[in-house]
Structures are given as structure tokens and as C-alpha cells.
């Protein structure tokens, strides 16, 4: 327990030490800030939720949880300090957690300093505050989700450029199988347990759940075996580069 | 404390390492030649559990490094090839964070990281970015680090690579010193480290031991160990030839230069020799400028033993 601390506090300072977070941090409060307001017509709506809000999360969560992933692994092996690393006495489900552990706590800061928001919507109306408190975290459910496969893809390559690019494609996929726009194209033509399971693996139905302030168990454990399966795909590749 | 049996690891059809046997006590250095691509750094990962053997068994203080692996690490310190960093940390913060990984916190924290600090000379860059050090310095605390939790074993690869002189002389007088109570393992190129600091040798070449003994021992290897070179003055090689054809314990003599006053030449022996040589000097009253018998360099003996076949017909 103690080890996996140690190596989440050395990658959570790797994050501030540059003024890559402090970017990182801006441009999510920007984006999501004008994808609620400009996009969202928040104001226009007249609503005292955060709908519009939360709406956007995936698909900034896209690009922005591969960018903040990316370097997990990748550096490791870029700088050879995974050979360090490994003949410590950690275990590698060790090392796993604590990196995946830090940049998921880092996601949460982000997440948590768009509380402007929420003041804001309590300010005009009175919104359902379990509602909200569903949002976000079916929102940091769906960061860590995307975290993992990150994680999966930052350990394949020492290049954080591949990583990167692999981590938005298998998001992407995750995305699009559920998403209504695509989802209404495949229904004319699919069998339906192939929508079915699509729909299932897919995020977008899992996270609107949240959304609609409903906490299932059984979107939960999407997100949980989501993240669990591609963390131990993680270290299925670390093991097999040391093999 | 290292023990090493028919260890073997192979790269897809690439064997890099062939069945290599040995073992390391206390008190021992280890010192671990060959030529790049031997497959030193190949075995050291195995020892140090990083890379898992294809086939045969490692143990570190008793633990499989293969079944015990938290056990056998937390006994070992170890530096890899190139001394490899988090570069956006600084010294003290790497130091500290690889104590943590070691189980040390708090006081005992301080004083490990005090100790290694004064070892490896980092005072002055201990606040440093580790991505700004000198190469003398980043393998320093590299080194730092891997003594920090005061080993029981220590496997060091390269350690003096692309260091000054200065620097080469330190670390090797480290390494001598700690190895009084660890057992150590390095690998180096440079022969004379052989000499300076270990108390035994083992050459690889590809793959495969191809000599394991006491530098001394490895030093009697070589081509020209024990031959007697001698310089006479004011008497020619012509005139010599006939009275060195007496020696009975004589097996080949060389002419290595001839000039109008000095001759010098090469006694390969067959056994006791130099009484021989003296004996007749002083019959003949040779005039001796210089007479020595070759100890025989171990860069002789890892260029005998490591050239490929085709090339040391070439050299020849
Ligand atoms: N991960 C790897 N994959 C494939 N071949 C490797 C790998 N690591 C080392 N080798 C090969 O194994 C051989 C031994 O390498 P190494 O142990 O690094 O040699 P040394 O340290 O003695 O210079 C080399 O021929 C090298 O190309
Ligand atoms: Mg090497």
C-alpha cells in the first residue's frame, strides 16, 4: 500500500513539476466552460441543471485522458527506468496502480475545480444536487475507463506520439458503439444482439445513465471491470516485455 | 550469495546467453568482461529479476529471484547500463523516492540518503535537476541509489562508463572497499578495472564463459606470459644464436630487434628457464641492459580468448 503511494506521489509531482498540468487544468476549465456555455446555450435553456455540462465530457475526455495517460508507461521505457522500477521489491500490479492511481487523482482535481459551475446553477435555481453528484461521477468513472486503456497503450510503446493516437482510436471506438447517431445507422442493418452488445460495451449508454441521476449497479460494474481489464491487459504487455 | 546455475536467455532464435554457471560469495567482486554484445548486461538483468530466464535458475541470498522475487530484490542494489533517471526529478528527490521504494522513511530516510550522498561525493548537485547532471555525476547517483539501502549484494553494470580518470579511480576504490562485506558483481571493458578492483574474473563471449579465475590467474592466459625478454649490448644475434641453442629448458627463441650495438630477443620457456639464462650470461659475460620476465596482460588474454577464429588467423 505504502509502495504504490510512493510511486503515485512521484508521478503526481512529474505532473506539476511541469507546466504541463497547469495547461492541462486551463484548457479543461476553458473547454468545458465554452462547450456549456457557447455550445450548450446554457443560459438560453433555462434549466437548473448541468445537462449541457456534462454532455460534453466524454469527447473532451477523449483527447484530453490520452494526453495525460500517454506518458505513463511510454517514459518508462523511453528513459529505461523501467529497469529500475522492476528490481526494486514492487510488484508490478504495484507500479500499475500507483501510476494509474496518480493520474486518475489528477483527473479528479481537474474535474472538481469546475465546481464554479455547479455554484453557479445553485445560484439561479435549485438543481438536483444528487442529480449533479451522479454527473460527476459517472464523469470520473468514464475518465478512469479511458485512463486504463491509456495506460494499456502507453506500455505498447516508448513513443507517447503512438500512444496517444492509439489510446483516442480505441476511445473513439468506445464511444461511438453506443452513440446514438451511429448507433440509429447500424440498427437498419445489424442483428440485433450485435446492437445489443455494441450498446453494452459501448460508454455513452453506461454514462447517460449517470447523467439521468441514476447510479445502477450494473453501470458500475462496466466502468470497474472496464478499467480492471485493461489495467490487467497492462501488465499481461509488461510482463510479456520482460519475458 | 549469488548463485547462478546453467542460466540461459534466448531472443527469439538469438541465444544471448548460453548456459553460464557460477557463483559469488561475501567479500567477493565479481568482475564481468567481455566484448559488447557478450550478453553481460543480458545475464545482470536476470540476476537482478528484471528479465526472466529462458532457462535456468538464479538465486540471490538464498531467494529464487524467479519464485522469491520481493525477497531477492530487497536484497540487491542494482545499476543499470546507462544509469537511467526520472529526469524531471532532482538528486535528492530520485534518492528519496528510490529509499521509499526500499522501505526506508522518516530518520532512517535522512540518514540513508546522508550516507550515500557523502559516499558518491553528491553534495553538490543533491538539489539539481537529474536531467542537468554531468555524466560523472548522473552515474553517481545512480550509484547512490543503488547502495541505499546498504545491499547485500550488488550488481553494477558499467558502473565506470564515460567517467574521467578521477572519477574511473573513485568508484573503483568504492567498489573495493564495499566489497570487503557484499558480494559484487560488475561489468566492465576496461581491463586494468579487473586488475584494480576485483578479486576474481569471469570472460564472456558470446554468450558463453570462456574463463573464470583470479586476474592473476587469467594474466598466466596469455600468449606471452612468462616468456623472457632479453637486451644484451656489444654482441650480435648471430654470435648469440649458437649458445642459446644449449639451453635445455628452451623451447623457441625470437629476435626482436638487432642493432649495431643491442640485441634484444624473445625465450619462449619450456620450464625453468631463467636460472638457465642467468647462468650462461654470467659464463659468456654478457653485458645485460634489461631482462624481464613477462607477466602477461590481460588484454592479451581477452583478445586470445574473445577474437573470433577467422580474425585471430588475420592477426597472426
Ligand atoms: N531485448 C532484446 N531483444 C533482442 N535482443 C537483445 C535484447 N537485449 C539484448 N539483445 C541481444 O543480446 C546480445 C547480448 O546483449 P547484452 O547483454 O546487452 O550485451 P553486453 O551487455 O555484453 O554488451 C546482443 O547481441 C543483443 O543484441
Ligand atoms: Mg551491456
Redesign the interface.
Not at chain 1, 529497469?83 to 510488484?91: D, G, I, R, S, Y
Given at each position: 500500500m505504502?509502495?504504490i503511494w510512493?510511486?503515485a506521489r512521484?508521478e503526481l509531482?512529474?505532473y506539476f513539476?511541469?507546466p504541463v498540468a497547469y495547461v492541462f487544468i486551463v484548457i479543461f476549465l476553458l473547454l468545458t466552460g465554452f462547450f456549456t456555455f457557447m455550445v450548450g446555450r446554457f443560459f438560453e435553456r433555462g434549466s437548473a441543471d448541468l445537462l449541457t455540462f456534462f454532455v460534453w465530457h466524454p469527447w473532451l475526455y477523449l483527447f484530453l485522458v490520452p494526453a495525460v495517460g500517454m506518458r505513463l508507461w511510454s517514459e518508462e521505457l523511453r528513459?529505461?527506468?523501467m529497469?529500475?522500477?522492476?528490481?526494486?521489491?514492487?510488484?508490478t500490479w504495484q507500479a500499475i496502480l500507483g501510476k494509474f492511481l496518480a493520474s486518475w487523482l489528477f483527473l479528479l482535481i481537474a474535474l472538481i475545480l469546475t465546481f464554479p459551475i455547479v455554484v453557479t446553477v445553485e445560484y439561479l435555481g435549485h438543481p438536483d444536487l444528487g442529480r449533479i453528484l451522479a454527473g460527476y461521477g459517472g464523469s470520473f468513472l468514464t475518465a478512469g475507463a479511458f485512463l486504463a486503456i491509456t495506460c494499456m497503450t502507453s506500455s505498447l510503446t516508448r513513443n507517447q506520439v503512438v500512444s496517444f493516437i492509439l489510446s483516442v482510436v480505441v476511445c473513439l471506438f468506445l464511444i461511438l458503439c453506443s452513440w446514438p447517431p451511429v448507433t440509429d445507422i447500424v440498427v437498419n442493418w445489424a442483428p440485433a444482439w450485435l446492437i445489443d452488445a455494441l450498446a453494452n460495451i459501448g460508454v455513452m449508454t453506461h454514462y447517460e445513465d449517470f447523467q439521468r441521476g441514476v447510479v445502477d449497479s450494473r453501470d458500475l460494474i462496466f466502468f470497474f471491470s472496464a478499467i480492471v481489464f485493461f489495467l490487467f491487459t497492462t501488465s499481461v504487455i509488461l510482463r510479456a516485455r520482460?519475458? | 550469495m549469488i548463485t547462478v546455475e546453467k542460466l540461459t536467455k534466448s531472443f527469439g532464435p538469438k541465444l544471448a546467453v548460453d548456459n553460464i554457471s557460477f557463483s559469488v560469495a561475501k567479500g567477493e567482486v565479481l568482475g564481468f568482461l567481455g566484448p559488447n554484445g557478450a550478453g553481460k548486461s543480458t545475464s545482470m538483468r536476470m540476476i537482478t529479476g528484471f528479465l526472466s530466464p529462458s532457462a535456468g535458475k538464479v538465486s540471490v541470498c538464498g531467494f529464487d529471484v524467479v519464485e522469491q522475487g520481493l525477497q531477492s530484490r530487497s536484497r540487491l542494489g542494482y545499476l543499470p547500463e546507462n544509469a537511467p533517471m526520472y529526469s524531471d526529478m532532482s538528486v535528492f528527490g530520485f534518492l528519496s523516492f528510490c529509499a521509499e521504494l526500499r522501505g526506508l522513511f522518516g530518520s532512517t530516510k535522512a540518514r540513508a540518503i546522508d550516507r550515500v550522498v557523502q559516499l558518491c561525493s553528491l553534495q553538490p548537485v543533491l538539489f539539481q535537476s537529474v536531467d542537468t547532471l554531468s555524466k560523472g555525476y548522473r552515474h553517481r547517483t545512480c550509484l547512490a541509489q543503488a547502495i541505499i539501502h546498504d545491499p547485500e549484494v550488488l550488481i553494477l553494470d558499467e558502473p565506470t562508463d564515460g567517467l574521467d580518470p578521477n572519477q574511473k579511480h573513485e568508484v573503483r576504490t568504492l567498489i573495493r572497499e564495499m566489497g570487503r562485506e557484499k558480494a559484487i558483481i560488475f561489468s566492465t571493458h576496461i581491463l586494468e578495472e579487473v586488475e584494480a578492483a576485483c578479486t576474481r574474473a569471469i570472460i564472456i563471449d558470446r554468450g558463453k564463459i570462456v574463463a573464470n579465475g583470479t586476474p592473476a590467474e587469467l594474466k598466466c592466459r596469455a600468449p606471452l606470459a612468462g616468456t623472457i625478454v632479453v637486451s644484451l649490448s656489444g654482441i650480435g644475434w648471430q654470435s648469440v644464436q649458437p649458445d642459446l641453442s644449449t639451453l635445455s629448458f628452451l623451447d623457441k627463441s625470437e629476435l626482436i630487434s638487432e642493432s649495431d650495438s643491442k640485441t634484444m630477443f624473445r625465450l619462449q620457456p619450456k620450464g625453468d628457464l631463467l636460472p638457465e639464462v642467468l647462468t650462461l650470461a654470467q659464463k659468456r659475460k654478457w653485458r645485460i641492459d634489461h631482462l624481464n620476465v613477462e607477466e602477461g596482460r590481460l588484454d592479451d588474454v581477452f583478445r586470445a580468448i574473445t577474437l573470433p577464429e577467422t580474425e585471430k588467423a588475420s592477426v597472426e
Open positions: 505504502r509502495t510512493t510511486i512521484r509531482g512529474a513539476s511541469s528513459l529505461g527506468t529497469e529500475l522500477l522492476f528490481t526494486m521489491p514492487v510488484t520482460r519475458a | -
